[in-house]
């Protein structure tokens, strides 16, 4: 089971990025999977995640209104779509799945990790 996110970047406050989870070996749909973020000198935090059973979404109040997670079982694909971007927002951008459809934005309740994939809002 391997997770690969990507689409991280520098973009510059009030800009957009989405980013990408791809998995190979499962099939992403059966599972939750939420996007967590590390900056520098904190710990990591959910940011969002979605529930395989019925399609529930959970934001964590920073980026609420700001973020939007959705998947596409066809490419097997999760995504974040990140708009209004704030300096606030930089960090490292990791996708995590659990073993159960049950999402939430507890670290450790994940089991599979991908590598990482830097965001930095800046001008």
């Known amino acids: 089971v391997q997770l690969q996110a990507s689409g991280g970047g520098l973009v510059q406050p009030g800009g957009s990025l989405r980013l990408s989870c791809v998995a190979s070996?499962?099939?992403?749909?059966?599972?939750?999977i939420a996007w967590f973020r590390q900056a520098p000198g904190k710990e990591r935090e959910g940011v969002s995640c979605?529930?395989?059973?019925?399609?529930?979404?959970y934001y964590t109040d920073s980026v609420k209104g700001r973020f939007t997670i959705s998947g596409d079982a066809a490419k097997n694909t999760v995504y974040l779509q990140m708009s209004g971007l704030k300096s606030e927002d930089t960090a490292i951008y990791y996708c995590a799945r659990r073993r159960t459809s049950v999402a939430t934005r507890t670290r450790s309740d994940y089991n599979y990790w991908g590598q990482g994939t830097q965001v930095t809002v800046s001008s």
């Open positions: 070996g499962v099939t992403l749909d059966n599972y939750a």
């Open positions: 979605i529930n395989s059973s019925d399609g529930n979404t």
